[in-house]
């Protein structure tokens, strides 16, 4: 069973190239952040810097 799985993700990434990859990264390596909003102020932003970061609330 874990190598038919291993077999269908073989057959899904089949046609990945590098070049599917933009040359600008910095929006594909953004993985969170928050937003907090009264009414339509901003009163607090934060970027994820990584896997694992959060806000330090």
Same mark, same amino acid.
């Given at each position: ?5 291993? !077999?269908? =993700? &073989? ?7 590098? !070049? ?8 594909? *390596?953004? &993985? ?8 339509? &102020? *901003? =009163?607090?932003? #934060? ?6 970061? #959060?806000?330090? =609330?």
């Amino acid at each position: 069973k874990v190598f038919s799985r291993f !077999e269908s =993700l &073989q057959e899904a990434v089949k046609n990945y190239t590098i !070049e599917a990859t933009p040359d600008e990264t910095s929006s594909v *390596l953004q &993985q969170g952040g928050m937003f907090v909003f009264k009414g339509k &102020q *901003l =009163l607090y932003a #934060h970027k994820d810097e990584g896997t694992g970061d #959060h806000a330090p =609330l």
